[in-house]
């Protein structure tokens, strides 16, 4: 009797473990099905909310995307407390811009962005980095799967890894961790809505259109488009020293070129133009688009360019590391200004 109840127990047991191997998907699985989706998907629609802690104080921005199928993007990051600093990613059949509406400025890119660097904002860009990594851990919590990969930022060495949450019944990114050398988390992208096969017109990735968008907004509000130059310096100097600021009148504004000398020697220049253009335009650049969490910019050689507060920067040295560089680009915000 006991023997048949044992048998009849393991019987059991073995069943339910069974069914519950049955009702669960294992990685691979998640992978395909979330690769076949982003394959017969017509594009998607998104909002998110990124949080950033790698300065001082912590930096929030709004991100809408919008992605057509095979190859249109438009990604909006916006910081509400920093209207002006506003951003458009574009992505059309003429290239890769760089939009900063409230200056009706554009940098044009020749670039294969997005495929050159992950993205945690891009579904396919996720999906990208769990293929690629064969030592990704997973698992399944109650409502997500979990991936944990490793990253590929050509731009920041300092966030190996990030964690992937994708919702069970969507297959879609709801949460996204990236994380530094400690696996702690440094950056959160929280996505609030995920609407798959929205319909698109071909004005939705048009340049010009959204640059007009913003000048009516402007003028449908009063809003002045002259501003105040603010000198702004770096925190981090990778040890060269101010040297000497000369500042200079320019028909279109004020430079201001500063000069960092020591070991890592570097010039930062700073171009205040004393009233925004009344026509879109942009410029070409043929540097790699780069994220230097304040804005978009461009580093090609050995030099960096970005827009920020209505001021051009430019950072040139010959002694930098492509690594020092970016670190001096992006701490150029993060210190009072004088």
């Not at 002259?226 to 990778?238: D, G, H, L, N």
């Amino acid at each position: 009797m006991i023997k048949r109840l044992t048998i009849t127990l393991v019987v059991v047991l073995s069943a339910t473990m069974l069914l519950q191997a049955c009702g669960e998907k294992s990685q691979e699985s998640v992978m395909k099905r979330m690769d076949k989706q982003l394959q017969e998907m017509k594009g998607y629609k998104t909002r998110a909310e990124m949080r950033m802690n790698t300065g001082k104080e912590e930096q929030v921005y709004q991100i809408e995307v919008w992605h057509k199928k095979d190859d249109f993007y438009r990604v909006a990051l916006s910081n509400e407390a920093d209207e002006k600093n506003n951003q458009i990613i574009l992505k059309n059949e003429d290239g890769v811009f760089v939009v900063t509406p409230a200056l009706e400025k554009s940098f044009k890119f020749q670039s294969d962005w997005p495929e050159n660097s992950s993205q945690s904002y891009l579904y396919q860009s996720l999906l990208n980095d769990i293929q690629q990594d064969k030592e990704s851990r997973f698992e399944a919590t109650e409502t997500h799967y979990l991936f944990t990969t490793k990253t590929n930022y050509q731009s920041n060495n300092n966030l190996p890894y990030q964690e992937i949450y994708v919702d069970k019944k969507t297959f879609t990114p709801v949460l996204v961790k990236v994380l530094d050398t400690d696996e702690k988390p440094v950056v959160e992208v929280k996505f609030e809505q995920f609407q798959l096969n929205p319909e698109f017109t071909e004005k939705d990735f048009a340049l010009d259109d959204k640059h007009q968008t913003d000048k009516e907004k402007a003028e449908n509000t009063g809003e002045q488009t002259e501003q105040v130059f603010s000198i702004m310096y770096p925190e981090y100097t990778a040890g060269a020293e101010l040297l000497e600021e000369k500042e200079m009148t320019i028909e279109s504004g004020t430079r201001l070129i500063m000069t960092y000398d020591g070991e890592k020697a570097f010039t930062l220049i700073q171009e205040h133009k004393d009233a925004v253009p009344s026509s879109a335009n942009y410029t070409e650049v043929s540097g790699e688009m780069i994220d230097l969490g304040h804005s978009i910019g461009a580093i090609s050689n050995n030099m960096i360019e970005w827009t920020y507060n209505g001021t051009d920067f430019y950072l040139a040295s010959d002694q930098l590391t492509r690594e020092e560089l970016i670190e001096v680009a992006k701490s150029v915000v993060m210190q009072d200004v004088k």
